[in-house]
């Protein structure tokens, strides 16, 4: 084939690509990637040509090839073999292993950042790609992201390709952030919906939780979070509320990356809206002081579930095991994503993150 025409072939190969589902779109990954492992188990016998194939230049040809195409991307990746300090770890046995449903039966799944590179521009990324292996898993969860804006599409597209490939697997919305709590905080079990604070805590502070992900609509145009009260000692409080910062941005800035003095209490958060144990709405924006007299942290119980939700007009309603107990005008904008703010700023409370529609199984 003369390579005047690969543009023209990675055009339609393109096009046909970005048409596909997300089943397909494995399909064709997955047999690409099989190929590559075949070439390299086979010519492993062979290090002499494999030392000539990697010094070689890449071909002219290559350069004609559109920049950002996912056909381009593969090709190139064939022809320059840039991971080729990677080789002499490459098992077919263990690739052939790793993608077995079983095993990753009854697993907890967390994909981070660096598994959905690629996705904005290829439609593709690591992360998919492992989705048909994990139709025994247990529960898929995001981490928190660096990039906002890339947590936002790779939560939403999660959730479609987990209804295309493992649609019985648990797709959790948010959970806490293990990366940024605080210092006396114990994340416990493997999805970090449990978190406790630490019976050695001697100073109050310390004790602060953010959801790694948006709080989502649902079908009553509100957006809410709730928190089960699994061991709290008489006169113990905690504060709650919401933030439009995700976990990252509280502790460093964007432009520098230098990492912010630490937040110890959930009032020091940036764009927040916090109602503290007395029943003070606080935070971030002017004009947020405001008390609703009928909210009162200290007479929570061990057991209780605690509901804030956020509604379409702004407000912030809390809740206590299904009664609504108080309300703030809080004026949250409805255009903003909102993450759950959780601080157990005091004694050694035990809590239980409850994400809408989930059923803790």
Known sequence: MSPSRWPDILHFLQRGYEKCTFEGRAEIQLRLRRLLHECVFTGSKNQAAWEEALVRPLVAEASALREGNTWSSVLTFAATLETQHLLAAVSHGFALAVRAPVVWEGHDVSFQEKHFNGLNRRGWCRALALLPCLVRA????????????????????????????????????????????????????????????????????GGLLLGTGPLQWDEENSRSFAVRLEVLSPGERLDIGVTAQAPFAHFASEATGRRRPQVAFAEDLLSSWVVESSGLLVGSHAGLRIRDERWNARSLCAGDLVRLTVMMNGELHLSVNGDSVAMWRAQIPCRIPIFPVVDLFEGAPQIRLEPLNFDGK
């Open 138 to 205: 247990r529960s898929l969860r995001l981490s928190s992201f660096r990039d906002s804006n890339l947590q936002l599409f790779a939560a939403s597209t999660l959730q479609r390709a987990s209804r295309e490939f493992c649609s019985q697997v648990v797709v959790l919305p948010y959970s806490f952030c293990k990366e940024h709590c605080g210092e006396h905080i114990d994340l416990p079990s493997p999805r970090h919906l449990g978190a406790q604070r630490r019976t050695d805590a001697r100073k109050k502070g």
